[in-house]
């Protein structure tokens, strides 16, 4: 299969049976598949559920319109936020996003219908509410649980990028705390002070004759480079205590920017175990989050998959009436072919609606039959968008 020309949009129809059930998927494999390999189509049994009144179904109509809008919100989400925990291995978050133990959730093979048949049994068979409760406690545990961790370990994610971000950069502004040491520094001198000073690389001949001069007080030979970026070197000098101020003021005539830094080991150790700890917190955590979302993505993807059989069942009772006769397919159209999809489709089933008629172009608006900002079509549709999940 080329997977290039395969859209990660599923179409979910229904129609209604003709003799048999059996006969409407025929005619609609044919002619799609035949000479012209428009799309790969699936059944999608739906389980008989026990109908209601015409009215509990407008009404279970409406409510599961917005429980799919919640469904696939929170789908993304988990999909999104795994793509920022994978931060360099983005590639690797279409392999995590395997819903149903490590099959892909996005091949052709029937596989959405089967996870709705082996799912069904955590429900009534009546379309009542209960269903609806338990999609939606279980999808918004995940979305509640979700933000908890994501608000945890972006925390820590920040406080370890504010870190590194203070042990990088230019000279002028990052940390010294890694680039010193101990013997860079005359300490617990009653008289002499040692200071940092930036010098950019251009004026470093005039460091090198002027330093000594820049104030009384300065110990001859005392400067050395102690590390260098792109444009400056890092300098220490030692020098009386009462000449600093003098130092500073002369020191800025000549573009030497004297750094306020304090040699203290207590608090130089703290702020690197601080980064260890950061970083191993990090680490830990990454494995079991990533493992949450993987197990968690499965989850909401198979909730949302219910909400769309839940309401094809609902449209389409609405749709063709009762008895219950009708068959549901999934539909993975072709990316090239899909206004030809939509064509044939068309034709297959314009019969079904004295409105279709009116219809000359398939997908334009009609006033009173847009309701939910769903494009209107003769047979039940409802379309399963993975585009979001893709990551590539």
Known sequence: QDKGTKMTEFWLISAPGEKTCQQTWEKLHAATTKNNNLSTNSKFNIPDLKVGTLDVLVGLSDELAKLDAFVESVVKKVAQYM??????????????LLANGGKDEFEEDGLLEQQWQAEHKFYSSSLDIVPFL???????QIDNDLKARASAYNNLKGNLQNLERKNAGSLLTRSLADIVKKEDFVLDSEYLVTLLVIVPKLNYNDWVKQYETLAEMVVPRSSNVLFED???????????????????????EYKFLVRDFQYNEEEMKADKEEMNRLSTDKKKQFGPLVRWLKVNFSEAFIAWIHVKALRVFVESVLRYGLPVNFQAMLLQPN???????REVLYDLYKHLDSSAAAIIDATMDIPGLNLS??????YVYYKIDCNLLEFK
């Not at 990316?335 to 999809?341: E, F, H, I, Q, S």
């Open 83 to 96: 793509a920022d925990v994978l931060e360099d291995s983005k590639d690797k978050v279409q392999e995590n």
């Open 134 to 140: 338990f999609i939606f406690k279980g999808v918004n």
């Open 230 to 252: 792109q444009d400056s070197y890092l300098c220490n000098v030692t020098l009386f205590r009462k000449a600093v101020d003098d130092f500073k003021h002369k020191a800025r």
């Open 335 to 341: 990316k090239k072919t899909m206004k030809k999809l």
């Open 373 to 378: 900002q769903q494009e209107y079509y003769p």
